[in-house]
């Protein structure tokens, strides 16, 4: 009997214990336990920004579809290379930013949505909701509200970016090009219009997503990232590097001119072509017809793209002078556009090529660089800026989303301004080489170039650049324009493996100039 109330009273210990441990030492352990499944997070998604055109038009919204909030590019293919879009983030993004993302979050992938991800995405909120056993929902006990992000205000004209599109995509349509840029923008760098083609319907990485205006050619996102001859994702205008050819040659004047080693006066005799040996450097002129120019000065120079005149300006500066004027004028360097992805280019040295290829840097290289041939290579953004640059006396950053300008001056005198101004205005008349021109009489400057690369059977880059000074009749908020030459506007073309600039380029700028001087408002 006495074994029998010893266990009785040892199992009682047990017991009395595990209750003692439960309720004591446990017991705020499991009542926490209990809270937590009570009382539950949930994050407060912030309204993201949207972004505008210069005259309040929409570029990107927030539109419900089905209850839900998804991300739409109202135009589709059209503003593609400026406005990007969003998508679900990583895990590697995740492991980079920590507990401020999670998975499911979305977040700017490319073009203006990626660029200004801070300011676009606000700041998440939170709330603690109260459930029942059932996960019910009972009450919201507290909530700390989202803070939205900020909308864009663009410079661009939605007008404009529409008549630069489509005026490329017939062209390119047409002749069944490989793809091509153009890009317009104020000489005090307000970007107007900005188009890289092939390009791709925004709308169709947005799942729930309902397509743009203009939906292109792709019906799926997977048809868009798998089209690796196409690359419709990758941005020519600012990210594509060419050869420049004969739209370099404003940069080379406007080195001449500077150093004084050429004026007005100063003339070279075309013969058709240079020989240096065994090497020959012709004249387009000469090369395609079999004629020469007689004495060329550097307006005649200009106007007729003569290679011959540029071989030797080339020489007269030497190859020290050529990359010191190229970098002033942003050659070899990125524009700073507020669009992530740009390439530099390449400006080519003889320190480089020495290094490259162990060998000197001879004559005929420089003669190469002279016409912007060789190993050089800009995008066509860097030609638009340089344009500006000979009329304005400034390097001016590109701007997208509207603020203050950014410039740098590089003391182009007025001489040089003027005589260079003369040679791209007579390429814009009868006897130049922009003829797509010649029937505005001289409105307007004008400077095309054709770009040799690969092989004899490669068909070369075709470019033109011109300068249009906005009437005082088009107005601006009001406010008449015209009157001051940041007001006037660049408009540069660059179609991929098309031909000549005079014949290809030329006429997608004269539709675009055209829309510009029949009463757009900018």
């Given at each position: 009997m006495g074994w029998f109330k010893l266990g009785v009273y040892l199992v009682m210990a047990v017991f009395l214990s595990r209750l003692v441990f439960l309720t004591l030492v446990l017991g705020e352990y499991h009542e926490n336990q209990a809270s937590g499944n009570r009382i539950r997070k949930e994050r407060v998604e912030p309204v993201r920004g949207v972004v505008l055109d210069r005259y309040g038009e929409y570029l990107v919204v927030n539109k419900k579809v089905d209850g839900k909030v998804v991300r739409h590019y109202p135009l589709g293919e059209i503003t593609a290379g400026i406005t990007g879009f969003v998508?679900?983030?990583?895990?590697?993004?995740?492991?980079?930013?920590?507990?401020?993302?999670?998975?499911?979050?979305?977040?700017?992938?490319?073009?203006?949505?990626?660029?200004?991800?801070?300011?676009?995405?606000?700041?998440w909120g939170l709330k603690l909701i109260e459930e029942n056993a059932l996960g019910e929902k009972m009450k919201e006990l507290d909530r700390e509200n989202p803070t939205d992000g900020e909308d864009l205000r663009l410079n661009l004209d939605i007008g404009l970016q529409r008549q630069v599109?489509?005026?490329?995509?017939?062209?390119?349509?047409?002749?069944?090009?490989?793809?091509?840029?153009?890009?317009?923008?104020?000489?005090?760098?307000?970007?107007?219009?900005l188009v890289s083609l092939p390009g791709f319907d925004p709308n169709l990485f947005i799942k729930d997503g309902v397509r743009g205006e203009e939906g292109g050619a792709y019906s799926s996102a997977v048809g868009i990232v798998g089209d690796n001859e196409g690359k419709p994702m990758f941005n020519r205008v600012i990210s594509g590097v060419y050869p420049p050819g004969s739209v370099f040659k404003l940069v080379v004047a406007t080195a001449g001119l500077e150093e004084e080693v050429v004026d007005k006066n100063k003339t070279v005799e075309d013969k058709g072509e240079i020989k240096i040996g065994e090497f020959r450097f012709g004249n387009w002129y000469f090369d395609k017809y079999g004629r020469t120019e007689g004495e060329v000065n550097i307006e005649k120079a200009l106007a007729r793209s003569n290679d011959i005149y540029f071989y030797k300006l080339g020489e007269w500066l030497g190859v020290d002078n050529l990359v010191k004027w190229s970098?002033?004028?942003?050659?070899?360097?990125?524009?700073?556009?507020d669009l992530p992805g740009e390439a530099s280019g390449f400006l080519p040295t003889p320190l480089w090529r020495e290094k490259r290829t162990g060998e000197r840097w001879f004559l005929g290289n420089t003669y190469h660089l002279a016409i912007g041939q060789g190993d050089l290579l800009v995008t066509p953004l860097q030609v638009n800026v340089w344009t500006a640059s000979v009329f304005s006396?400034?390097?001016?950053?590109?701007?997208?989303?509207?603020?203050?300008?950014?410039?740098?001056?590089?003391?182009?005198?007025?001489?040089?301004?003027?005589?260079?101004?003369?040679?791209?205005?007579?390429?814009?008349?009868?006897?130049?080489?922009?003829?797509?021109?010649?029937?505005?009489?001289?409105?307007?400057?004008?400077?095309?170039?054709?770009?040799?690369?690969?092989?004899?059977?490669?068909?070369?880059?075709?470019?033109?650049?011109?300068?249009?000074?906005?009437?005082?009749?088009?107005?601006?908020?009001?406010q008449a324009v015209g009157d001051d030459e940041n007001d006037w506007v660049v408009v540069t073309v660059m179609l991929e493996e098309s031909g000549e600039g005079s014949e290809m380029a030329g006429p997608v700028a004269k539709e675009i100039v055209d829309y510009l001087l029949q009463g757009a408002s900018l």
């Open positions: 998508g679900e983030i990583s895990e590697d993004r995740l492991k980079l930013c920590g507990e401020s993302c999670f998975l499911g979050q979305m977040v700017g992938k490319s073009g203006l949505e990626a660029g200004y991800e801070d300011k676009l995405k606000g700041s599109y489509w005026a490329m995509r017939e062209m390119i349509d047409e002749h069944e090009l490989t793809g091509g840029g153009a890009v317009v923008s104020k000489v005090n760098g307000e970007v107007l219009a970098g002033k004028m942003g050659i070899g360097r990125q524009t700073e556009i006396g400034k390097v001016c950053r590109p701007r997208l989303v509207s603020g203050d300008s950014d410039c740098e001056g590089i003391d182009i005198g007025e001489t040089t301004k003027s005589l260079i101004a003369s040679g791209m205005k007579q390429a814009c008349m009868s006897g130049g080489t922009a003829f797509s021109f010649f029937d505005m009489e001289g409105k307007v400057y004008c400077k095309t170039g054709t770009a040799q690369h690969g092989g004899e059977d490669t068909e070369p880059h075709a470019w033109i650049t011109v300068v249009v000074p906005m009437p005082k009749a088009l107005h601006l908020d009001g």
